[in-house]
Structure formats: C-alpha cells, structure tokens
C-alpha cells in the first residue's frame, strides 16, 4: 500500500499504516491473510451499499475512531494468539487502537466478507459483514491461523442501509458471552477485546421511535474463520457454481483436513462427508446450549458458523424460569421460531439449507440426505443421553426408565417458574444427601419428609413452594430418582461430582449482563471484569461469588436488556 510514510530503514519493523512504530512483540507477530489470498475478492473498494458478485470479500479500512480506549481484554485468547503480556500494559494505547482499527499493522489486510442467508426462514439474499471487518489471519504460536475481526468499525459494501457501528451494550453482552461460554466448553468464537471508541452511535433500543446516542464499541473475535453457512448459500442462489466450489475446496482444504486427506479433491465424497461433519459438530454446538440453558435468538443461516461454533451474540439470553417456549429476542416474539426448545430443529432446517446450496457440488442428494437424517437420529440419542447425565442417571442400565423420568421433570419444572441453573446443580446436592448419616445408601431409602427432602432445591423455585403441590409432586420424583440412580453402583458422591461436571453454578445471567452495562456506560469496567473472573471457572463452588449465582431479582423480569432484547444493536 502507498500511504505516503518514508521506507523504513533495513531492520526496522515497517511503521503501521499511520506512521506508528510498533513494538517488537507485535511486529513480530505474522499475518497470512488466506480468505483474501486464495479466494476471488471484490475488486472494487467502493463503501457504499451494493450487490458484490464473484467475491467472497470487499477490501474495506475500518473507520478510524476518535479516542479508543481498551476496556478490557481476555488473557488466554491473547496467550493463545501470542500476544505477549507487555502489549496489554507497556502498550495499551498503542493495541486500543490496532483492536479498534484505528492504525492497521503491516501484514493486516482489512476486509469484510460477502454472504447470504436465511432470516426467520425467508431467503434474505446477500447480507455480508455490514458491521464487522476482519483485520486478517493471524499465525499462532502453534503454528495455527486465527481471524482477528472488529465486529462494530464502521461501514462496508455490505452494511445496506445501517451504520457498521455496534454500541457498548452489545459490545459487553458480546465479549462476556464468548468468554463464558468457551469456559463452559461449548464451542465459541472468542472474545479478545473490548474497546470504547469514543464516539456516539445513535440506536433505537426497541424501534419505537426513541433513538438515543450510546457509547460506540468494538469486540475484537477470533475464529479460524468467520465463513458460514451463508457464505455457501449465497453463491449457490446465483448459480455461481464456480465461487462454490472455489470456496469449498478452500474451507475443506484449510479446515478439515482429514476428510481432504481421505476423500480426492472435487469428489462428491469429499462435499458430502464435509457437510456431515458440519452437521455432527453444530449438533454437539446446539447440544451444548441445550445443556447449560442457552438461548441464540438469532439463528439465521447467516449465524451459523461451519466449524461448529456459537458464533453472532445478538440477542441471546438464559434461561431462568426454565420455559422451552421463551426466546428473548423481542424481534421474534410473535413466532418465536428461535425459542429455546426449538433450537435443535432449527440446526437442523438450517443445516438442510446448507445441503441445498452443495448440492451442485455432490451432484446428488442421497449423500446429504443421508447426513441429514444422521443427525436427526443422533440428536434423538445425544440429547437424552444429556439430560441423564444433568439428572446423575447417566451410567444407569435402564436408559428408558431415566427418560421417562426425565420426561416427568420437564413437566415439573414448567408447573411452578423453576430457575434451570440452579435446579440442576442443586439436584446434586440432594444426591449427595443420599449418603447421609441413617440414611440406606443402597437408595431404597425415602429421604426422610417431603419438604426435607425438596429443600436443597427451595433456591431454584421463583415462587413459594412451601408443603403444597408441587413438593409433594417433586418428593415422588426425588425417591424414584434416588432409586434410580442407585442402580448405577456408585457412590452418591461420584454421582454428585459428575452432575456439577455439567451443570454449571455460574452462567452470564440476562440481568448480570445488564449490570455490568449499566456500569460500563458510567465509565466503570469493574464489574465487566468481576464477570469476566467469575465466568472463568462456572462450574467450581466459589466461595465470595455466590450472588452471581442468584437467582433473577423481581426487578429484571421485565427491564429491557435483561429479559428482552432486540436484534438492534
Ligand atoms: P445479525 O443477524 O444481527 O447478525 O445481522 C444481520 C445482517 O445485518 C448482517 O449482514 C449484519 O452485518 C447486518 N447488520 C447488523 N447490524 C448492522 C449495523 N449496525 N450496520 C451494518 N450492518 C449491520
Ligand atoms: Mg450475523
């Protein structure tokens, strides 16, 4: 690029694009930016909306912002991508602005990609990154590539008629998301930074017409790649077979590179057993948020990744009352499509229409039939195998008497408001009292009265409990579970462990979020970071945290940003 800045001298790092020095734990530091190298690029660097066809991705420089301040930054993402400790201290003003796009490093090659997708089940046509550009591809210490993305830098031939710019609410729930969820071991993109960009961007929270100006921010994620379904979607709907097949040759190639080895380049067995595996690890994916009580809210086919990753945190939420109809996402409440319960069918209507766009590449839908229904067959088996391990039933022999005991829980949860999280990890604690002293540890023992026995779990429960129905009911559920269980022949306390192994203490409540929002934009990150801290380790006791663990205050049930959101942002 011809900026107009003197050459360097032999041995001096190149000054990034604004003439600043860099620092040699960052000039050191490799970009091999393969999306734009190895794939047709737009050639025009035109901002303004328009259609881009032949391209993946437009070239685009991020929009300088006026006073970046990094607000807060994950640790291990910045280990993981060799960025050394010093950069964050020594040279923060200097990464504030590199991870806000202020300056753009030598190797960095700034662009935002094209692709299409399905929005609430309409074929929207070509969407691209109209809020997000990605930096380029960073080469890991271990030798691995990570796409650096600034999701909020400004406009792109893709931003159609909104202003490329994200706000610090988004921004937090973003960052702190990523986080926690990679903590809970769902996979993820990841969170590497957070910065305020120091100007103003004007968002209509709910559209109804009251737009107000907000602290403008910028997430820096990280993903090995940012394609998604959508990317395959859209060259597919303009018969662009060649662009088709050019990237998925490329996304096979560089990101599965077992089933390249296995399979002969341009065979349809190699596109088919690529989209099995697409299929297999969006099931573990959507398994995951299933687990922990997870809500997307926005599962376009232009939001989901295909290496199996949560990835657009827009208006997701948790589950508290746990309700398989709820979705916070305002923006879908008449329908509801992205509701909790349904999100498993959703994966799978999404993953058909991946299948429809490779279908010009397998030649045939037998194979992509094939993996489709696999995944209807494996999800059946997967997802009840997670509920007995969240219930301590999971190496019990009779599998279909845990389901139907499952089944039965499902009905008592929904009968009185019932916290998800909680429940589950304090369900542990019941088992564990099966070892109590006078009790039978073969199980066959009652557990004593009914309220003795439901109260380990009287936090979970949103309303009073107390002797009536609903103890009673649960008590019977406890006994024949306790009876259950003890068939596995393990101690309770194994069974105990191995429950708090998947039900997590910690989650990023909708109205914790909030909190640390509420703060942040009176300039305070504490609490971002204190979330931050705790979310690391969600699923260890940590004594002095406990009321992050709460549950919902009266106050949120119905506050804007902590049980409804909406996609703007
Ligand atoms: P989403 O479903 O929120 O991930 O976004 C849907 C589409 O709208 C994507 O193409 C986004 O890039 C675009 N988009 C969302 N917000 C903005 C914004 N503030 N400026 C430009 N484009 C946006
Ligand atoms: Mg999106």
């Given at each position: 690029m011809d900026d107009g800045q003197p050459a360097p001298e032999p041995g001096e790092p190149t000054p990034a694009d604004d003439g600043s020095a860099i620092p040699e734990p960052l000039a050191r530091i490799r970009?091999?930016?393969?999306?734009?190298?190895?794939?047709?690029?737009?050639?025009?660097?035109?901002?303004?909306?328009?259609?881009?066809t032949g391209a993946l991705s437009s070239r685009v420089r991020p929009v300088r912002p006026s006073a970046p301040v990094l607000v807060a930054h994950?640790?291990?993402?910045?280990?993981?991508?060799?960025?050394?400790?010093?950069l964050w201290t020594d040279h923060r003003d200097l990464m504030a602005r590199v991870l806000t796009g202020d300056v753009v490093l030598p190797g960095m090659d700034p662009s935002a990609a094209n692709y299409g997708g399905h929005q609430f089940g309409n074929w929207a046509g070509q969407l691209g990154d109209g809020r997000a550009i990605a930096l380029g591809e960073l080469v890991t210490p271990g030798g691995g590539r990570q796409t650096l993305q600034l999701k909020g830098a400004g406009p792109t031939p893709y931003s159609r008629g909104a202003d490329g710019f994200a706000v610090l609410r988004s921004s937090v729930r973003e960052f702190l998301c990523s986080e926690a969820?990679?903590?809970?071991?769902?996979?993820?993109?990841?969170?590497?930074?957070?910065?305020?960009?120091g100007d103003k961007v004007v968002r209509d929270m709910f559209y109804d017409?009251?737009?107000?100006?907000?602290?403008?921010?910028?997430?820096?994620?990280?993903?090995?790649?940012?394609?998604?379904?959508?990317?395959?979607?859209l060259p597919a709907s303009r018969q662009d077979d060649e662009l088709l097949a050019a990237l998925a040759d490329f996304t096979i190639e560089e990101y599965f590179a077992e089933i390249a080895g296995e399979h002969p380049a341009g065979t349809p067995e190699r596109y088919a057993a690529f989209f099995t595996e697409v299929a297999r690890t969006t099931l573990a994916m959507v398994l995951g948020w299933m687990r922990v009580g997870f809500v997307h809210g926005v599962m376009n086919t232009d939001n989901l990744s295909i290496h199996g990753v949560t990835i657009d945190y827009g208006p997701y939420g948790w589950l508290e009352g746990f309700d398989p109809g709820w979705t916070p996402n305002t923006t879908d409440a008449t329908h509801r499509r992205y509701r909790y319960g349904q999100q498993p069918q959703v994966a799978h209507w999404n993953l058909l229409q991946l299948a429809n766009a490779l279908v010009p590449l397998v030649?045939?839908?037998?194979?992509?039939?094939?993996?489709i229904e696999g995944y209807g067959s494996d999800l059946q088996w997967d997802e009840r195998r997670i509920w007995r391990e969240k219930v301590g039933l999971g190496l019990v022999d009779d599998a279909a008497a845990a389901d139907e005991l499952v089944t039965e829980l499902f009905q008592l949860l929904v009968s009185t408001e019932t916290d998800m999280t909680i429940f589950f990890r304090c369900l542990s604690d019941v088992v564990r009292l099966a070892d109590g002293p006078g009790d039978d540890p073969a199980g066959s023992g009652d557990g004593g009265d009914d309220a003795s026995l439901v109260a380990p779990l009287t936090d979970a429960y949103y309303d009073e409990v107390g002797a009536g129905e609903v103890a009673a009911t649960t008590a019977d559920w406890l006994r024949r579970h306790r009876a259950l269980a003890a068939t596995d022949g393990r101690p309770a306390g194994e069974r105990a462990a191995a429950m708090d192994r998947v039900n997590p203490r910690y989650v990023l409540r909708n109205y914790l979020a909030q909190l640390a929002i509420d703060a942040a934009e009176g300039d305070d990150f504490t609490e971002v970071e204190r979330l931050l801290e705790v979310l690391r380790r969600p699923y260890d006791d940590q004594p002095g945290n406990e009321r992050y663990a709460a549950k919902r205050p009266e106050w949120a049930r119905e506050r804007p940003g902590c049980s409804q959101l909406s996609c703007s942002s």
């Open positions: 970009w091999d930016n393969r999306f734009v190298d190895a794939l047709p690029v737009d050639p025009s660097t035109e901002v303004r909306p328009r259609q881009v994950a640790r291990e993402v910045a280990d993981e991508l060799g960025l050394a400790a010093e969820m990679h903590h809970l071991g769902i996979p993820t993109t990841r969170a590497l930074s957070l910065a305020v960009t017409g009251n737009p107000r100006p907000e602290p403008g921010a910028i997430v820096c994620r990280v993903s090995p790649s940012f394609i998604r379904f959508g990317s395959f979607q030649g045939a839908t037998e194979p992509l039939q094939e993996a």
